[in-house]
């Protein structure tokens, strides 16, 4: 039967361990953009916003993996709540917090400046999230 969802329900252990696996593929997607998109010849605007994408793609995974029973529209809301709040984070500066944000870690996890570019950038990155975990195939519709 096309386009039907299997009635067979998923473990939520099995649901967490597969977005955590997407959540890697993302990750390393991301990295590889931001470290070889310029010398690929990528434009400045694929590299910056699609990494920006990716963040919040990565963020709804990891949500629905430490979360695996909520549905994909909480998982969404929370992931959403999270990116803007790391968003207006760059909007507060302390010299550890500034210090952080020069680290590579800290530039990929926290970013340095504020963009409500960035704030779209998530909702699309949370919309492809939702799809990853739409055509993962859980049972429920979630």
């Known amino acids: ?23 890697l593929v993302v990750i390393a997607c991301g990295l590889t953009l931001r470290w070889y998109g310029f010398p690929l010849g990528l434009p400045a605007f694929v590299v910056k916003y699609g990494g920006s994408l990716l963040w919040a793609t ?45 680290t590579t870690a800290g530039a990929l996890l926290l970013g340095r400046i504020f963009s409500l570019w960035n704030v779209l950038a998530y909702v699309v990155g949370i919309v492809v999230g939702a799809w990853l975990d739409q055509i993962a195939g859980w049972a429920k519709a979630r």
Request: glycine content about 2%.
């Open 58 to 102: 990565m963020v709804f995974l990891l949500v629905g993996a430490v979360l695996p029973h909520l549905t994909r529209t909480k998982i969404a809301a929370i992931a959403t709540a999270i990116a803007v709040l790391v968003e207006l984070s760059r909007l507060v500066h302390t010299p550890w917090l500034d210090a952080f944000r020069l």
């Open 1 to 23: 039967m096309h386009g039907t969802q299997s009635t067979t329900p998923v473990a939520p252990l099995q649901v967490s361990l597969v977005r955590a696996a997407l959540a």
